[in-house]
């Protein structure tokens, strides 16, 4: 990889953990500051949701005839600069729960532009034997945010405050800024066209494709049962079978450490394998392993080791295939419709985040959270069954049907 990629991974990198700073620090300003109860943690948390459900597709074809590194780079300042509020409100004396609320969309609706340009423009950035490689980079990068992000994020909101550990995520957004803009190497200008493209076309692009029907539909009912599940895990775990929080922390971390070994293994699999049987037995490892929550014995300590146990082999399932479906999905779709695809495809498989962590409410409150538990990983191995056809199974790579 040239110095170009290494400083926009870098920057990409001091992002990711930023942004786990954030997924910590909103909720705990809103808590600890604001004396917040659960309706507005549940607030901050749906606005961050909402862009996810209503933007991608709007986003996408928007993005498509434009270049992607000016708008990736007008996001960071963006979220920059929606974060700095917040400490600045603090100061002042000024801040609420519903300013909270409003950041919270904003920055979510600006990390969903700046996800799908950056999705589009990585094609364009990096030659394409490479893709493979930086795509793994990136998602091991992500991955160790996720494990290490959390308690960085603890630390910094005991030492400076909620708000303040604000003002790491808003740094972040600029390093990001400056990893994407320092690149010497032209972007490309996006492809005239005789014909302009309608908003479905993102749509059509999935639809004509079985692997990326395949996949849509994999990853949209994934999300939405594992939303099932973590609504109701952290209440089984911690409530009803004695396990404290800092455990429960410490077993999710174990399912990102998971996750890391799994992007860095992921391509060496599909070398062996071919993708569409990588991705498979990946699958088995992320939907198949969770199945056991339901019925894990043992409380406090013991329940902790084995949940963490479960989650880390998950992990290097899902790990895997994050790398696997990025990068064929970057090298299955046409280029010229990058962008309004992966709108389309958030739609599809982060729209339904708000409709699964409602259902899991409902399951929970209503059968108790083990048999929600049980539901939720029955949904997430069900929605590996589109992945086990014939024409999915027998991709040996994207490259050689990207024509």
């Known amino acids: 990889m040239d110095g170009d990629f290494k400083r926009f991974w870098a920057g990409q990198s001091v992002s990711a953990i930023g942004t786990q700073v954030t997924a910590v620090a909103l909720p705990l300003t809103a808590a600890l500051t604001l004396d917040a109860g ?3 943690v549940s607030a901050i948390a749906t606005a961050s949701y909402l862009p996810s459900a209503a933007l991608p597709l709007l ?11 000016g708008v990736m780079v007008a996001t960071d300042v963006f979220r920059a600069a929606v974060l700095a509020v917040v400490p ?11 300013l909270l609320v409003v950041v919270a969309f904003l920055v979510g609706a600006a990390s969903v532009v700046f996800d799908i340009a950056s999705f589009a423009y ?18 091991g990068s992500s991955t160790a945010a996720q494990v290490g992000g959390p308690g960085l994020s603890g630390l910094l909101v005991q030492l400076l405050g909620p708000a303040v550990a604000l003002l790491v995520d808003a740094v972040s957004y600029l390093a990001s800024a400056f990893g994407v803009g320092s690149a010497r190497r032209a972007e490309p200008t996006p492809q005239a066209t005789t014909q302009r493209p309608g908003l479905w076309e993102g749509v059509r692009q999935i639809k004509v494709s079985p692997f990326l029907r395949a996949l849509t539909a994999h990853a949209a009912l994934y999300n939405a049962a594992a939303q099932i599940l973590v609504v109701n895990l952290v209440v ?10 800092g455990g ?34 990946a699958l088995v490892l992320s939907t198949g392993l969770p199945l056991l929550l339901a019925f894990l014995p043992g409380r406090g300590l013991e329940y902790g080791l084995l949940l963490g146990g479960v989650q880390f082999l998950a992990g290097i399932g899902l790990g895997s295939a994050n790398v696997l479906s990025v990068t064929i999905r970057q090298l299955l779709i046409p280029r010229a419709t990058l962008a309004r695809s992966n709108g389309a495809y958030r739609t599809f498989t982060f729209g339904v ?44 790579t994207p490259v050689a049907t990207a024509a």
């Open 38 to 40: 659960a309706a507005g």
């Open 59 to 69: 986003a996408g074809h928007w993005l498509e005839r434009r270049r992607k590194r």
């Open 88 to 98: 600045i409100a603090w100061f002042a004396g000024q801040l609420s729960l519903p």
């Open 122 to 139: 990585l094609p364009d950035f990096v030659p394409e034997q490479d893709l493979p490689r930086a795509n793994r980079a990136l998602q």
């Open 236 to 245: 089984l775990a911690v409530k009803e079978r004695g396990l404290s929080a």
């Open 248 to 281: 429960y922390g410490v077993a999710l971390s174990a399912g990102g450490a998971g996750a890391f070994a799994g992007a860095m293994l992921g391509l060496r699999v599909a070398g062996r394998l071919g993708y569409g049987r990588a991705f498979g037995s």
């Open 353 to 396: 985040l708000p409709v699964g962590a409602a259902a899991g409410g409902v399951l929970g409150s209503t059968f108790g959270t083990t048999t929600a538990v049980a539901v939720g990983t029955i949904g997430m191995a069900l929605s590996a069954v589109p992945m086990f056809t014939r024409e999915v199974r027998t991709l040996e």
